[in-house]
């Protein structure tokens, strides 16, 4: 006969699967169905409350995997440079808690899955550390290149050591040169052609570039080396 602790194993482990079974079709509906124009829509269709709904709509969209760059680009096509980027770090700041505890008690499971799959054992080793300095370094690397997923990190983050203030902290400086870049791209996306146009994609390759040194300087010698 099953113990009471065993029967609420089972239980709790019935309602993490549940949830991540629905999690992973709502990401599935709202990548499918929902696109750049779309989002512009539902933001601006009521002006006096297009902050909140832009807030809500990145806050909401990325717990279900969908692309952070689309989300961005609209509110840098509505809102522009300044405003749209201090939206999106408040977004982010509201957003980040919320994916971090999601991965902490429900996902970690298909974290530990993922990252045993997809990631080098040093790479794993620091990721998995009990270092805040390691943590926060490793995180910040990750956080500055776009390579990486916004959501997925988030979620990984939930499974490691490092503590919440310093976790928030590194999403935020680690974000906010990607936040602005994509934000400028947003605000000069319907001057195509245009010399502000063109200027916002070199900063896109500047942070690309930058981020892969950076990631090379960092990560492939101490970090990343494949397993033999």
């Known amino acids: 006969m099953q113990t009471k602790h065993e029967m609420d194993d ?3 482990s019935i309602i993490k699967i549940s949830l991540m079974v629905l999690i992973a079709a709502i ?3 709202f990548v499918k ?3 750049l124009e779309d989002i512009k829509v539902w933001i601006t269709m009521n002006n006096s409350l297009a902050v909140i709904l832009y807030i809500l709509t990145f806050v909401v969209l990325t717990i279900f995997f969908f692309p952070v760059p689309v989300i961005v680009l609209a509110g840098g096509t509505i809102f522009g440079l300044t405003r749209g980027t201090i939206y999106t770090v408040i977004a982010v700041i509201i957003n980040t808690p919320i994916m971090y505890f999601i991965g902490k008690f429900l996902l970690k499971d298909f974290v530990y899955s993922f990252v045993n799959k997809h990631m080098s054992a040093k790479l794993r080793t620091a990721i998995f550390s009990t270092d805040q300095k390691i943590l926060s370094l490793v995180l910040f690397i990750i956080r500055l290149s776009p390579i990486f997923s916004y959501n997925l990190v988030n979620y990984i983050s ?3 050591e490092i503590k919440f203030l310093p976790y928030l902290l590194t999403t935020i400086v680690g974000t906010l ?6 934000i400028n791209i947003g ?3 319907l001057n195509v052609g245009s010399k502000e146009f063109y200027i916002s994609l070199s900063f896109l390759l500047v942070l690309v570039v930058i981020s892969a040194i950076i990631s090379k ?3 492939k ?3 990343d080396e494949r397993d033999d």
């Open 10 to 12: 089972k239980k709790m």
């Open 27 to 29: 990401s599935l509906f």
């Open 33 to 35: 169905k929902i696109d």
């Open 158 to 160: 939930g499974v490691t």
């Open 177 to 182: 040169p990607g936040i602005i870049v994509f």
């Open 187 to 189: 605000e000069n996306v």
């Open 217 to 219: 300087l960092f990560l």
């Open 221 to 223: 010698p101490n970090l």
